[in-house]
């Protein structure tokens, strides 16, 4: 290998290498256990100062969106104000109602930390870097994911506040409908691939036609799985448009109502987390991994790739939270339960249509009409009682 | 190894047990059904220090992330969660001690019975998630399709229970359930 190519695949492989290094002080028998608590440092590392980066980006970025500059004060540009606000929330009080039941209010973001966390074991963020390379890792994910709706309720019926128990009901009940097209619509991916692991299904897209990438995204079948998976991400980390349980403008805070000090950066810091390993198995299934966009990039490292991936999903995800109304109670449900169910099922269908109609054009032409015709005649349908008029625009001066 | 048993073993069987205890004996209906998630969970490692990937997760996905969360939803909509009167030991506490005790004998012995009669490690069989997919494809698709009936059953049977009743004018107000 020349020394060009070997520098880019040392560079590729620098944290492997590094953890090598580290491990390498320490007797035989302690090297496997040294590797693996770097590497949970690595994540406990690198993951809230992702999430220390957005606070300061979406605050600055609602703020553009919406005509008006977000924080400016601390550092240069107001960069710095994730240290101002971490320094605040570790030294306000920490008040918990009388009334509330003290160890399950304070095991809630416990339980919610610990679990978002755990989540991160099968997240593969380059090549040869993931903690843990289980077969069944995707359901590993999905089902750790269902412990955080458990903390979500402890939240908000330990505090004894009629708001927190109905902000946790409505989170409750909308990630349980939501649960439901994420794991359905995850369901293509690992059809195609033929595995549950996700290293499996990161390498089964790094294969290139011409220059093209073969990721799941750019197929019918994966586009629309894609687009739901996406959605459903937004339902299940309370996002917005979805963020009604959270809703500042009538819930108070929803089920953290009744949180303060370091307790609600905990939970804050748990959804931002929750966000991130969603954000990064939508990568992972449908967007290739680490793999590189175009196959004469392949020489950039592929934590690079997936790290960069993530920032456009977080920006994404921060675009529409400044954009779209959010959704109420009852639209979500129906959202869920009459569009998405019955497209996640359809795009069952469709991946399997791909997968007998073997290469060619036919499959493209078939698959893509079946979507575009039921997203078509789905919407129609379910919107056939709106009596929606046209758009009227009305534009700040 | 400690009576022949690992100590993650032992650790795991402890938790279940202690959650199981703290289920049955606490005041505070909701704290029994959040110690009954703990079991769930201690029950998911067990499973998973067994090799069984796909049971062990599936566990978590189905007793922590639907059934516990049912029962937590059933006691707070039935108001069991209020303040509990404290109850006194029942009066007929001697029969259900020996009715625990006689099912007890019973699974242990069933248990017991069932182990092979040497005890060296031989080879685990590998049980992978895509063997499960073609068993269930192949020679348990009867039961596969009679589950999947019974859920459509209960789906049906929920929206019925849960759907309001029909007003007997239409007073235009049904805007109905689009977008």
């Given amino acids: 290998m020349s020394l060009q190519a070997s520098f880019w695949n040392n560079l590729d492989q620098v944290f492997v290498l590094l953890q090598h ?20 440092v690595g ?7 992702i999430f220390a980066l957005t606070t300061v980006l979406e605050r600055k970025g609602l703020g553009r969106i919406q005509n008006r500059l977000g924080p400016n004060r601390v550092g240069p540009l107001g960069i710095l104000q994730p240290v101002a606000d971490g320094i605040k929330s570790l030294t306000k009080e920490d008040i ?48 750790i994911g269902a412990s955080t709706e458990l903390s979500i309720f402890m939240a908000g019926w330990s505090s004894r506040n009629k708001y927190s128990l109905l902000g946790a009901m409505r989170a409750v009940a909308q990630m349980i409908s939501y649960e439901v097209p994420l794991l359905l619509s995850s369901v293509v991916a690992v059809m195609i691939t033929g595995s549950l692991s996700t290293v499996k ?35 299940e980390t309370n996002r917005s448009p979805f963020d009604l349980p959270e809703g500042e403008s009538e819930l108070v805070a929803g089920y953290f109502t009744e949180y303060s000090g370091f307790k609600f950066a905990l939970f804050f810091l748990g959804e931002y987390l929750g966000m991130f390993s969603i954000a990064g198995f939508a990568i992972t299934l449908f967007l290739g991994g680490w793999g590189a966009p175009l196959s004469v990039l392949g020489f950039v490292p592929s934590w690079v790739w997936f790290f960069l991936k993530l920032l456009a999903a977080i920006a994404f995800f921060i675009w529409l939270r400044g954009t779209l109304p959010r959704l109420r109670q009852d639209q979500l449900m129906n959202f869920a339960w009459k569009f998405m169910l019955p497209m996640t099922l359809l795009n069952l269908l469709v991946a399997g249509a791909w997968r007998f109609l073997g290469d ?17 005649l789905l919407g129609r349908v379910l919107m056939r009682h709106q009596n929606l008029g046209a758009r009227s625009y009305r534009y700040a001066d | 190894m400690i009576f022949g048993f690992s100590i993650a073993f032992l650790l795991t069987a402890a938790l279940t047990v202690a959650g199981a205890l703290a289920a049955a004996l606490l005041k505070n209906l909701v704290h029994c059904a959040l110690s009954l998630t703990v079991t769930f969970a201690g029950l998911a490692l067990l499973y998973l220090q067994l090799d069984a990937q796909f049971a062990g997760f599936a566990q978590i996905l189905v007793y922590i992330g639907a059934v516990a969360i049912l029962v937590v939803f059933a006691i707070l909509l039935t108001r069991g969660a209020g303040i509990a009167e404290y109850r006194g030991f029942s009066s007929s506490w001697l029969l259900g001690l020996s009715i625990a005790a006689a099912t007890f004998a019973l699974l242990g012995w069933a248990v017991i019975k069932s182990l092979p009669a040497e005890t060296e490690a031989s080879a685990a069989p590998a049980v992978t998630v895509q063997s499960i997919g073609a ?21 049906i049977g929920a929206v019925i229970v849960a759907m309001p009743e029909p007003r007997t004018r239409k007073s235009g107000a049904e805007s109905g359930g689009g977008q």
């Fill in chain 1, 201 to 235: 299904i990161v390498e089964a897209q790094s294969g290139f036609t011409g220059i093209f990438p073969h990721w799941y995204v750019f197929t019918p079948w994966g586009f629309a799985g894609f687009v739901l998976f996406v959605i459903a991400a937004l339902a």
């Fill in chain 2, 135 to 155: 068993a269930l494809m192949s020679s348990y698709v009867l039961p596969l399709e009679i589950v999947a009936v019974l859920l459509t059953v209960a789906l």
């Fill in chain 1, 96 to 143: 918990v109602p009388l009334s509330a039941d003290a160890a399950v209010h304070f095991l809630a973001p416990v339980v919610l930390v610990v679990a978002v966390f755990l989540g991160y074991a099968v997240l593969p963020v380059g090549r040869n870097m993931v903690l843990m390379n289980m077969d069944a890792g995707l359901l590993f994910f999905f089902a």
């Fill in chain 1, 360 to 376: 060619g054009w036919l499959r493209w032409v078939v698959c893509s009409a079946v979507l575009l015709a039921a997203y078509v």
């Fill in chain 1, 43 to 49: 994540i406990l590392a690198t993951f809230p100062g």
């Fill in chain 1, 21 to 40: 290094w580290i491990a390498g002080y320490f007797p035989v028998g302690l090297q496997s256990a040294v590797g693996t608590i770097l590497a949970v």
